[in-house]
């Protein structure tokens, strides 16, 4: 009995360590151990969070939302533009540093954005006040679906985000 019992607690803490799946727009994808998934309140728009952690030297982990809207949620360029307004130039440059390229999630034609700059933390969406937060990365994804949109926000200091970049990038070619 002790062994079972022994057995049962091993496999318990086995699938504890199972990170949680990405399951988006008809897709799903498993992320990586050390990401850290984490609990939010039900809401049909928001497929998933996780906590990435920072680099050495970064205060803040990075933040990777995963969000899935059935009826859109606007154009693309609509989108791409609203992730764009919450950033700042970097301090000494007079536009914000962005590249933008088509890439493949599934079999969905998805467009990548990378911004670099001053992000315009809010306490919420479309608060005028805001804490810049400088040497920040911002890597968005979004793509159209037969079940709706879906949008990948990887957020935090630019060291943390180069981190996680090849883990995420990788996440999105898992996705299928």
Not at 40 to 56: D, F, G, I
Request: glycine share 6%; proline share 7%.
């Amino acid at each position: 009995m002790r062994a079972l019992a022994c057995l049962l607690l091993t496999a318990g803490i086995a699938a504890a360590d199972e990170p949680k799946p990405i399951e988006v727009a008809g897709l799903k994808a498993t992320p990586p151990k050390e990401w850290t998934f984490v609990p939010e309140k039900p809401n049909s728009m928001r497929a998933a969070t996780y906590a990435l952690p920072k680099a050495e030297g970064d205060k803040d982990d990075a933040d990777l939302a995963v969000f899935s809207f059935k009826g859109g949620a606007g154009t693309t360029e609509q989108n791409l533009k609203r992730q764009r307004d919450k950033f700042l130039p970097a301090e000494g440059k007079d536009k914000i540093d962005e590249t933008l390229t088509e890439i493949k999630v599934g079999t969905n034609t998805a467009q990548y954005q990378d911004i670099k700059g001053t992000f315009k933390k809010k306490p919420f969406p479309m608060a005028e006040k805001f804490t810049p937060m400088k040497e920040y990365r911002q890597i968005y994804v979004v793509f159209d679906t037969a079940d709706g949109s879906a949008f990948f926000n990887l957020l935090g200091p630019d060291k943390t985000v180069e981190k996680h970049k090849k883990a995420f990038d990788q996440l999105l070619k898992a996705m299928k």
